[in-house]
Nanobody, 125 residues
Framework: QVQLVESGGGLVQAGGSLRLSCAAS????????MGWFRQAPGKEREFVAR????????SYAGSVEGRFTCSRDNGKNTVYLQMNTLKPEDTAAYYC??????????????????WGQGTQVTVSA
């Protein structure tokens, strides 16, 4: 069992930055690849970023590539999502999730076993 708690969301103007954090407790954090997803009102939850167990490999949705950076600190049991050059279309609830598999290209919600409660990001125009 892994418990995940996101933080760092808020209201920011377009072009601004935020850093989200996801703190994990429970089973060994480093045994999970971690993902970030987001969900806007009336829309399905969508993949944003993924990082391997070691942190050596990351992947991103095309809509955030070059603007968002995912990282992790296994010593602190925390994964981060640095979001730069934010746009109004980035407005959503952001969720972190844990995947016991370290395989590549796991971008679907059903690939992830554990989820946080989400943190709201609102980008004003």
């Amino acid at each position: 069992q892994v418990q995940l708690v996101e933080s760092g969301g808020g209201l920011v103007q377009a072009g601004g930055s935020l850093r989200l954090s996801c703190a994990a407790s429970g089973r060994a954090f480093s045994s999970y690849a971690m993902g970030w997803f987001r969900q806007a009102p009336g829309k399905e939850r969508e993949f944003v970023a993924r990082i391997s167990r070691s942190g050596d490999y990351t992947s991103y949705a095309g809509s955030v590539e070059g603007r968002f950076t995912c990282s992790r600190d296994n010593g602190k049991n925390t994964v981060y999502l640095q979001m730069n050059t934010l746009k109004p279309e980035d407005t959503a609830a952001y969720y972190c999730a844990a995947d016991p598999s370290d395989s590549y290209y796991r971008t679907r919600t059903f690939h992830y076993d554990y989820w946080g409660q989400g943190t709201q990001v609102t980008v004003s125009a």
